[in-house]
């Protein structure tokens, strides 16, 4: 078992552009969660998905982020344009389905937005 | 009031010594209580699981919940330097198709040798 694999582990990028998270959850997991991790704010949940399908993005702070599951075997999150309290570290997490599971966090990644 | 309030520390212990890691919360409707390690530049993992009030033992880690008092607690007994990490309780409703955790913001914990 391989585990929630998440990349790039860094990136910096120029306030503007557009930045793209990847997720490849664990296989078989039924859920997949994106949270953002700040000193400030701890770990909030941006969005999950069961089966693919978004089931609620709530947490989605802005009209900038969005994020897509094509198939059960990866996501993206994606802001565009990013802005400089974007920077954070985001985290993907992946769970079997079924009264309660636990959370399987990917290692995450960190963002600077200059 | 925040949903789940959580003492960010940093705590700073020796080897061996007993440490009481702690949580309090105002939604009553929380059912699940979690203890997540999270080791630095790491993702948490879970490492304690309670369901509604009581106690739960894993060999030097205990977990309580006093739903009564909306607290819940931690303790790492003999505590060793491996310890050191950042420690977050996490909650949720036991609410059907909910699979939204809350996280408190975490207590930073430091076992000296």
């Known amino acids: 078992d391989a585990g929630v694999i998440q990349s790039p582990r860094h990136e910096v990028t120029e306030m503007g552009q557009e930045v793209t998270l990847r997720c490849k959850p664990i296989?078989?997991?039924?859920?997949l969660f994106w949270y953002r991790q700040t000193m400030m704010r701890g770990l909030e949940l941006l969005i999950y998905?069961?089966?693919?399908?978004?089931?609620?993005d709530s947490g989605m702070p802005e009209d900038r982020f969005s994020a897509k599951m094509p198939n059960a075997s990866f996501s993206t999150l994606k802001i565009q344009p990013s802005e400089p309290r974007d920077s954070a570290v985001y985290f993907c997490?992946?769970?079997?389905?079924?009264?309660?599971?636990?959370?399987?966090f990917g290692n995450g990644t960190r963002l600077t937005v200059t | 009031q925040k949903e789940v309030e959580q003492d960010p520390g940093p705590l700073s212990v020796p080897e061996g010594a007993i440490v009481s890691l702690n949580c309090t919360y105002s939604?009553?409707?929380?059912?699940?209580f979690m203890w997540y390690r999270q080791y630095s530049r790491k993702g948490p993992e879970l490492l304690m699981y309670?369901?509604?009030?009581g106690n739960k033992e894993d060999g030097r880690f205990t977990a309580q919940v006093d739903k009564s008092s909306k607290y819940i607690s931690l303790f790492i007994r003999d505590s060793q330097p491996s310890d050191s990490a950042t420690y977050l309780c996490?909650?949720?409703?036991?609410?059907?198709?909910?699979?939204?955790?809350?996280f408190g913001k975490g207590t930073l914990l430091t076992v000296n040798p």
């Open positions: 309670t369901y509604s009030s």
């Open positions: 939604n009553s409707a929380f059912q699940y």
């Open positions: 998905f069961n089966n693919n399908v978004p089931i609620d």
């Open positions: 997490a992946s769970s079997l389905e079924g009264g309660w599971r636990p959370l399987h």
């Open positions: 296989s078989g997991h039924d859920y």
């Open positions: 996490a909650m949720k409703n036991s609410g059907g198709s909910n699979y939204k955790l809350t």
